[in-house]
Each structure stands twice: as C-alpha cells, then as structure tokens.
C-alpha cells in the first residue's frame, strides 16, 4: 500500500507540473514573438524556432571554410556604412513590409545558395549581378541601379536622389558577397549612408533559429 501511494503521487506531481521536456517559449525580444514582413507579395511571420533542442542548420555549422576566399569581415566594412544586427534588420523589413517604398532588403548571394532558403523580405541581387569583373556589362548594372535600386540615371551619370536605403546581407561574417556588392555600389557613387550591412548574415541568422523563406 505504501509502494502505491508512493507512485500514485508520483504520477500526481507529475500532472501538475507538465511533462519534463515540454518547450519553453522562444521569442525574439522580450514579448514579441514574431515580426510579421512581406515575402514574394505574401504576409509572413518571422519567428524563432520553438524546440528547445534545436540545433543549427548544419550548412551554417562549419567553422574553418579556408581563408582565401572565406576570410573574417571587419566590423566597419567602409565608413559612413552602418553594420546592423537581427533586430534592425527586421525593424527595416517590417517597415518596408508596411509600405515604406524607401527602403530594400537584399540577399547578395548566388542564386545556389538563396534556393536553400532566404531572410523573409529579401529580393535576391547576386554580387556578381553588379561586378563589371564578373561579366556584369553598364547596361546590365544600369538596369538593376534602376528597377531595384530606385536610381535615376541621364547621359551615363546615376542620380542617387531617390535612392533606397539598402539593407544587405550574404552567409555571414567569413562571406564576401554583400561586401562585394556594397563596395561597387560605393563606387557607382551610392550615398554610404543609405546602405545598412547585415553582417552576420545567414550564419547568425540560423544560429538564432530565426525563419526563413524560399526566393
């Protein structure tokens, strides 16, 4: 009788308390849960990954990719450049989601990679699209600083007037992509403070359980 009431308030103890292993929730600052943002013209939450036993995607989870090319990026990639972490990017996607026509979000990376999954908002430019070494022609370039960038041009000189603040991002801080096409948008003559890197980019991105999206 003794062993019985012994498991029998075992068995209680544990209806009151819950399972274990249950989930505790996983927000992305304080009470807010999720960022509600606009992908391929459709509203879609960003949020975090709820299992408490999650682990990194494992294409995000080597640590020795050889440097060169795969080298660490510095901390301030040009001046008047403003490196941002998650929490900026997503204030910048959701407000371009709520109509703000000012801002863009862009994924640098080929389109290999972009396929696996992308940060929700982003339109992909890959750095090779605006590198005139990588076959990128002043009329291809041209076209982009225009349908992407908001960029006017007349007898071959861009008007930067109206262009978007830029809000880019590649693999991570070992990447070399969005920084390769922040830096030939500074020489196109793109104002630096209307371009915001991301630099943790999809590294941190995942590391943090944060959702992602098909191009």
């Given at each position: 009788m003794k062993t019985l009431k012994i498991v029998l308030g075992g068995m209680l103890s544990m209806a009151l308390l819950g399972p274990v292993s249950a989930n505790k929730p996983v927000g992305i600052w304080g009470d807010q849960m999720e960022?509600?943002?606009?992908?391929?013209?459709?509203?879609?939450?960003?949020?975090?990954?709820?299992?408490?036993?999650?682990t990194v995607n494992p294409a995000f989870a080597k640590t020795?990719?050889?440097c060169p090319p795969?080298?660490?990026?510095?901390?301030?990639?040009?001046?008047?450049?403003?490196?941002i972490a998650e929490r900026e990017l997503m204030h910048y996607a959701e407000m371009m989601s709520?109509?703000?026509?000012?801002?863009?979000?862009i994924d640098s990376r080929?389109?290999?990679?972009?396929?696996?999954g992308t940060i929700p908002s982003a339109i992909n430019v890959p750095w090779t699209s605006l590198n005139p070494a990588k076959g990128a022609t002043p009329i291809d370039i041209a076209e982009i600083m225009q349908s992407?960038?908001?960029?006017?041009?007349?007898?071959?000189?861009?008007?930067?007037s109206d262009a978007k603040t830029a809000v880019m991002f590649?693999?991570?801080?070992?990447?070399?992509?969005?920084?390769?096409?922040?830096?030939?948008?500074l020489k196109f003559g793109y104002p630096a403070h209307k371009i915001k890197w991301y630099r943790g980019g999809m590294q941190d991105w995942e590391i943090l359980g944060l959702s992602t999206a098909k191009p």
């Amino acid at each position: 009788m003794k062993t019985l009431k012994i498991v029998l308030g075992g068995m209680l103890s544990m209806a009151l308390l819950g399972p274990v292993s249950a989930n505790k929730p996983v927000g992305i600052w304080g009470d807010q849960m999720e960022v509600t943002v606009t992908h391929n013209g459709t509203s879609t939450d960003i949020t975090r990954n709820q299992d408490n036993k999650n682990t990194v995607n494992p294409a995000f989870a080597k640590t020795s990719r050889p440097c060169p090319p795969f080298c660490i990026q510095p901390a301030v990639l040009a001046p008047g450049v403003e490196t941002i972490a998650e929490r900026e990017l997503m204030h910048y996607a959701e407000m371009m989601s709520n109509g703000d026509s000012s801002i863009i979000v862009i994924d640098s990376r080929t389109p290999n990679w972009v396929a696996k999954g992308t940060i929700p908002s982003a339109i992909n430019v890959p750095w090779t699209s605006l590198n005139p070494a990588k076959g990128a022609t002043p009329i291809d370039i041209a076209e982009i600083m225009q349908s992407v960038f908001n960029v006017t041009e007349s007898e071959g000189l861009f008007d930067f007037s109206d262009a978007k603040t830029a809000v880019m991002f590649c693999n991570g801080m070992w990447c070399g992509q969005s920084p390769n096409n922040i830096k030939n948008l500074l020489k196109f003559g793109y104002p630096a403070h209307k371009i915001k890197w991301y630099r943790g980019g999809m590294q941190d991105w995942e590391i943090l359980g944060l959702s992602t999206a098909k191009p």
